[in-house]
């Protein structure tokens, strides 16, 4: 991956960690190569056994990279369940893909998106980005009767 690439993905998550600041508050974000986004005060609708859960984003970085391509991960508390202590389907603690991150108490959520659509420069508002991403993620903790394991 070119230099370049890597600076305009990183000048594009500057951009949405500043407009995403305005929603959640503390935003962090790798300033450096750009692969990851956290918002440490998530805040989750009733029905779970947390009020507020840290987010962590896997940020595409090959090429095509985001935001050409989708992010696909998310993060958030290994130890999450439903309020009544159910465990959640499609959220994996245990598997070859947690590594990177299982040891410092996350787990993750696999999030394929059927369309996803960006718009680059100053129009990257009109697109899809992290905003529309976590309002996505917003949405599957809202849809809790979606999420429990079978």
């Known amino acids: 991956m070119s230099d370049r690439e890597t600076t305009l993905r990183v000048s594009r998550l500057r951009a949405e960690a500043l407009h995403l600041m305005g929603i959640y508050g503390e935003v962090d974000f ?3 190569d750009g692969t990851w986004l956290h918002i440490p005060n998530f805040p989750l ?3 779970w056994n947390w009020n507020v859960v840290s987010i962590l984003i896997d940020i595409p970085d090959g090429i095509p990279g985001y935001p050409s391509r989708a992010p696909e991960w998310f ?3 290994k130890s999450l369940r439903t ?3 159910q465990p959640i389907g499609h959220f994996f603690t245990n598997n070859a893909n947690d590594a990177k991150y299982a ?3 996350w787990g993750h959520f ?3 998106l059927n369309e996803w659509s960006p718009r680059s420069g100053a129009n990257w508002t009109s697109g899809h980005s992290l905003v529309t991403y976590l309002n996505l993620i917003r949405m599957i903790f809202r849809d809790q009767q979606s999420l429990r394991s079978r």
């Open 83 to 85: 309020g009544d202590g």
């Open 45 to 47: 609708p009733k029905g």
């Open 75 to 77: 993060w958030t508390n």
């Open 30 to 32: 790798d300033t450096k």
């Open 103 to 105: 040891a410092d108490g």
């Open 110 to 112: 696999c999030v394929h």
